[in-house]
């Protein structure tokens, strides 16, 4: 039986006259299950970019991996087959009269593998096509409440206009969720991170063509097990406040702020995609309308998290005003380690685009900090793929040297790992 936890870490007390409040949610979920198993059944597309940059050895290695996908998707659940260039075209099912989808069992998985075994490398690249022609195959099946998608590319996105782009991407969003995935130095990160945020995903870095079926087959695995097909973050707050913000800040750095909905006039929902047996930390500020006296204290928010309109857990986040300075002055540890986390992200960002403009000093000072918030926060990661375009002389005062030769693939594996962050020790 699947359940929820929710745990509120912050410092409750406020000085005289604050009206700021930040808090970490941490929320677990245990016993989610199968994929589809919530009702209305999953459904899985495999999208794969058959452009001619790709050529014969990258579709090959991409017909393996869309394989080895395959191989993990549980019977009965839907499926499909999408091959992108400069237009999209679906591969398999071949027959739609009944459909755009097809049922996964051994017939239909041997049907597939020799369907993706006819692609062939040609044309542009126009991912928008890709991802509007996956929602209306997404969407032909009725009933399906839990629709996935890997998105799989080598190059830019050439072949349509970024207006074009975005009215394609918003055709899909909240239709199905995408992890987005570029094999290859060619592709651009930032391209691939929008998608991959608007359909609540995440994007990474294959290096090489032949590492792409061990990814294909550990995504498909993952989505196999999130049975729960989709929780909402609801955040209620007092008359007259304001919500600041709310982000996921672990495993990934993702603002859920431009994503919420009104569920009332003081509550909004943020949607937060499928869930497996895992661990996720929200952050979520809130500015309270006014001070209250010392010794007063107030709700600031109540945090839920709600399946089908059924509260599964909840936290309260509180306020108390206080004249003692050495309880005011406290810093909540996590609330300290994940907003060094999200500024980590930020700065190795900005740092990259400076560096990739020309503008070596803006590059040095930006991921300096980054060194130094790296340091700071654990994050071993960041610091390994920091060392790979800075020299690191001081990471406590964030002193660094660019590198005057960096291989991309090194800049952009620095890039997709920026949103990754380390659990802070509770």
Known sequence: MTSFTAAVYQNEYLAD??????AIVTVECSGSGQAGQSGGGAAELVIIDTSGSMGWDGVRAAQTAANAALDQVVPGTWFAVIAGSHAAR???????REGAMAPMNPQTREEARRAIGSLAPD????????????????????????????LLTDGKNQHESPQDLDVRLRSAIGVFQADCRGVGAQWEVGE??????????TVDLIPRPDQMAEEFASLMRAAMSRGVASADLR??????????????????????????????PLTGGFPTGSWGDESRDFHVAVRLPAARAV????????????????????????????????????????????????ELAQVIQEGLAARAAGDDRTATAKLGRAAQLAAETGNAEATSKLRRVVDIEEPATGKVRLKQKVDKLDEMALDTASTKTTRVRK
């Not at 679906?90 to 739609?96: A, E, G, H, K, R």
């Open 17 to 22: 006259g604050s009206t700021d409040v930040h």
């Open 295 to 342: 010794g007063q204290e107030q709700l600031a928010a109540r945090v839920q998290v709600v399946v089908g309109e059924q509260v599964q857990a909840q936290g309260l986040v509180k306020a108390m005003w206080s004249d003692d300075s050495a309880l005011t002055a406290r810093i909540s540890p996590e609330v300290a380690h994940y907003t060094g986390q999200a």
């Open 192 to 201: 691939l991170r929008r998608i991959a945020s608007a359909l609540m995903g």
């Open 123 to 150: 044309g542009g690249t126009a991912m928008g096509t890709w991802l509007e022609l996956a929602a209306r195959v997404a969407t032909s099946v009725p009933g399906v409440t839990q629709r996935h998608a890997i």
């Open 235 to 264: 955040v209620w707050a007092p008359q007259g406040a304001q919500v600041l913000f709310v982000r996921q800040v672990s495993p990934t750095v993702e603002d859920l702020t431009p994503r919420r909905r009104d569920v009332n």
């Open 90 to 96: 679906l591969v398999y099912p071949t027959d739609t």
